[in-house]
């Protein structure tokens, strides 16, 4: 079975210093690693993905993840925070083969930038 | 939220009454889910569709029913057999069935049973 961690609930942050949202996952085979951010009652909006290649991905807003393949690990980061980034933030996994191509999600961390 | 709609946007059900929840795609996407999301649980998936009239349950499917007659809709029934129906409801949608295909999101229905 597939599986993911997010270990910090909320995680806050000044605006204008570095953030990084934690990530770790568990799954048979090659993982396919998702982040996504949710507002305050909208859907989910789709951020970056690793699929293969260069560890480091970049996608949306600035934002970036680094697969780390020996620490299963796909921590969500960017380099200066802004308020606006202030928002839900869910990591999810889905492995190279299995029904339904089924994404697996955690349970959600909270970002919280402060001015 | 792009080419995926959801309504109504806020829905409020009687205990004991059925009610039916839309979800329509125009991105020409052959797999359709539903997700549940309830605060400190991140998202489970209800039901989900990888192909015009045929759908499997997800990890939480009792007390929901789905049907996919055509290839743009999903709608989701919540019926009184299930027993905490009040959620905010996020229906998605893949092109494929493909391991990297990107999921794209409604904005949401909101249930709440008085």
């Known amino acids: 079975a597939q599986s993911v961690a997010q270990p910090e609930d909320q995680v806050n942050v000044a605006e204008g210093n570095p953030l990084t949202v934690k990530c770790t996952y568990s799954v048979s085979g090659n993982p396919y690693l998702f982040w996504y951010v949710q507002y305050p009652n909208r859907g989910l909006q789709f951020l970056l993905k690793?699929?293969?290649?260069?560890?480091l991905v970049k996608g949306s807003y600035g934002f970036e993840a680094e697969f780390n393949k020996s620490q299963t690990s796909f921590h969500l980061k960017k380099p200066s925070a802004l308020v606006s980034d202030s928002a839900l933030y869910f990591c999810a996994v889905r492995g190279p083969t299995g029904g339904g191509n089924k994404l697996t999600f955690g349970t959600g961390t909270q970002l919280k930038v402060e001015l | 939220d792009g080419g995926i709609t959801q309504s109504p946007k806020y829905l409020f059900r009687k205990e004991g009454q059925n009610v039916t929840l839309s979800c329509e795609q125009n991105l020409n996407h052959d797999a359709m889910y539903w997700y549940r999301q309830d605060p400190g649980q991140g998202l489970r998936l209800i039901y989900y569709s990888q192909i015009v009239n045929d759908f499997q349950k997800g990890d939480i499917a009792e007390g929901y029913s789905v049907s996919r007659e055509k290839k743009e809709s999903f709608p989701l029934t919540v019926t009184s057999a299930q027993k905490n129906p009040t959620a905010f409801y996020l229906c998605a949608s893949n092109v494929g069935a493909g391991s990297t295909d990107t999921q794209y999101f409604g904005p949401g229905t909101r249930l709440t049973v008085l």
């Open positions: 690793y699929i293969t290649g260069d560890n």
